[in-house]
């Protein structure tokens, strides 16, 4: 037995000295080679976070005049058929519409166009591009009467910039109404 353990013991640290001489042989410190530059280091990047493409192509070059701002993305003019449904999904009607999404500043922007008389409608998106309509008395803002207020959501697809889907809700004298539909960029 005596034989036996001092044999073990010597097998074991053999053993480990030709594993430790194995890794230490197989390490070497990393030498960077001169002249070879990172091409991707030569890309320039929006380095703001309210910004639709913040990071995109880091590493790089930060540079936020290629910024894109989530109002501006939704600004410009679009085709629109707002479907009207009541309170059971019933569409009542549709009324076609040319709608205006002009930018206030990086994430609010409001839209014209949906009342005959003028008047605009103020939303705040973020930038996964979903915005919400600005609540500006009890349950939304002022529509084209007094008596009359939105709420709700409209939101955009990143990859495709060319639609605007519309969730709103209508609160009138008169009851409730459901405003849902696509805008297509004109």
């Known amino acids: 037995m005596r034989f036996f353990r001092k044999n073990f013991y010597k097998t074991v640290l053999l053993s480990a000295g030709l594993f430790g001489g194995m890794l230490l042989s197989s390490c070497q410190k990393y030498k960077d080679t001169p002249g070879k530059t990172d091409p991707r280091l030569s890309r320039h990047y929006c380095n703001d976070p309210t910004a639709v493409n913040f990071n995109r192509d880091f590493p790089g070059i930060a540079d936020n005049s290629v910024c894109v701002y989530p109002a501006d993305v939704f600004a410009g003019n679009y085709a629109f058929v707002d479907s ?10 549709q009324i076609p519409m040319s709608l205006r999404f002009t930018a206030i500043d990086h994430s609010r922007f409001y839209i014209t166009g949906f009342c005959p008389a003028g008047g ?3 939303f705040t998106t973020s930038r996964s591009l979903l915005a919400s309509a600005d609540t500006t008395v009890g349950s939304g803002q002022i529509l084209c009467r007094q008596t009359d207020t939105l709420s709700g959501n409209v939101f955009q697809t990143l990859g495709d910039t060319t639609k605007v889907q519309f ?3 209508v609160v009138t004298d008169t009851g409730i109404s459901y405003h849902q539909g696509t805008a297509y960029r004109q």
């Open 84 to 93: 009207i449904f009541d309170g059971s999904q019933q569409l009542l009607r």
């Open 167 to 169: 969730s709103l809700v």
């Open 120 to 122: 605009q409608q103020n």
